[in-house]
């Protein structure tokens, strides 16, 4: 076969442009790192590409739905991971997407079943760990939770989150020589400067847990100040003797309508000290309407009543006190119950009614929610064989509910 000029040039022409199409598959897999790095115009550029291939059609299905829960839409995004079925490169994304939805919707214990399923078959998905550490402090199961976040550490050394997260769970249990190395090592990580500031109040709250005052300070010397940090300096202040400065900072935030429940603390106890017990009632009484069960508040009330005389209101508050702490670690049990049980619909029932009288209202909700869908999945499973595709279940799930 003889070719002219002209045609040679048209099959030269033809074998450039087929060397410079992409492959789908690699297209699609710099897209989920374009995804991951926030770069979503160049994900909408690569689904209209993968949209003229069929066979990439749930590839670019997926990719929409990750710009959907990018955008704050995690149930229109639930929707186009909906059957999706979950094999070979899909799958990973799959699971990692469909499990960030399910947590961003509340629906904790769908979430942590497909996220631990991911982790189980892919060791180091770092996200995975991130997201299964996070359900699990939303949760009030630190252990699991701490168990995540170290894995994610190791992961990701130079990511300062995981030790942010680590040092909050060390302080919720009073574990301050733990939360102050992790808050450290956070900080050692260059967090970004207005999570930075974050960070610094944590850290400063151990270091007043652990009577660390002027190092407390020193935290606090380049900080934006805020009711919190306000209260905090007051603190550091009034412990150190320096009064003055401590009722100075408690009237700057009075001054600017500020409130938080650090500063009725901080007030509470001025006035506690000053002899006024009657108003630091009143203070402390307001904050538990807001927060019934905020262990700190209903003890300083309780000593309050005491400072006045009263036993009996002291005893009640005391009695209080202790209610709510059995309550809240009975919660945290209860945890570590549902997730060792994923088809246990009883204990999520129990969890529900608990959550109910700790007021935590959207756990409830998130509970009960869970309970159903476990009757459902049981129900189901006594009559058919279980199903592997994760958008096929999870869109059942979302029609129960």
């Known amino acids: 076969l003889v070719l002219g000029a002209g045609g040679l040039t048209i099959v030269c022409v033809m074998a450039a442009a087929q060397l410079r199409r992409p492959d789908p598959g690699e297209a699609f897999q710099k897209a989920l790192a374009d995804l991951d790095r926030g770069d979503f115009p160049r994900v909408a550029s690569a689904i209209e590409s993968l949209d003229s291939d069929k066979s990439f059609e749930p590839h670019a299905r997926l990719l929409t739905g990750a710009l959907k829960l990018r955008g704050g839409h995690a149930e229109e995004a639930l929707r186009y991971f909906a059957g999706i079925s979950a094999e070979r490169e899909l799958r990973a994304p799959l699971l990692l997407l469909t499990g960030e939805c399910l947590y961003r919707l509340g629906r904790l214990t769908e979430a942590e079943s497909l996220l631990r399923t991911l982790a ?12 299964l550490g996070a359900i699990y402090y939303d949760l009030g199961a630190n252990d699991a939770a701490i168990q995540e976040v170290t894995r994610v550490a190791e992961l990701a050394p130079d990511d300062y989150r995981p030790y942010r997260l680590l040092g909050l769970m060390h302080f919720d249990f009073e574990q301050n020589t733990q939360a102050i190395e ?23 709250r151990a270091l007043v847990a652990e009577r660390q005052y002027d190092r407390a300070m020193d935290c606090l010397s380049g900080a934006t100040v805020d009711a919190d940090v306000l209260a905090l300096r007051g603190e550091c202040y009034w412990s150190l003797g320096r009064n003055a400065e401590a009722r100075h900072c408690l009237r700057q935030a009075r001054e600017r309508n500020w409130s938080s429940r650090l500063l009725d603390l901080l007030a509470a ?9 009657t108003q630091a009632v009143s203070i402390l009484s307001t904050a538990l309407d807001r927060d019934p069960h905020d262990a700190e508040c209903r ?33 945290t049990q209860l945890n570590i119950e549902a997730i060792e049980r994923p088809g246990d619909a009883a204990v999520r029932d129990e969890l529900a009614l608990l959550c109910d009288q700790l007021g935590k209202d959207e756990l409830a909700d ?36």
Do not use: F
Request: charged content about 40%; some cysteine; aromatic content about 6%.
């Open 120 to 131: 189980q078959e892919h060791p180091d998905e770092v996200d995975a760990h991130r997201w």
């Open 182 to 204: 992790y808050y450290e090592r956070a900080l050692e990580r260059d967090p970004p400067p207005g999570v930075r500031q974050e960070i610094d109040c944590e850290l400063a």
């Open 269 to 277: 106890r001025i006035e506690l000290e000053d002899g006024s017990a």
């Open 299 to 331: 003890y300083q009330l309780a000593m309050c009543w005491r400072k006045l005389g009263d036993d009996e209101r002291c005893e009640a508050e005391l009695e209080r006190w202790r209610k709510s702490a059995d309550d809240l670690n009975r919660l």
């Open 366 to 401: 998130m509970w009960r929610r869970a309970a159903r869908n476990c009757r459902e999945r049981n129900r189901r499973a006594a009559v058919e064989a279980p199903t592997v595709i994760v958008g096929d279940s999870t869109e059942n799930e979302d029609r129960h509910e």
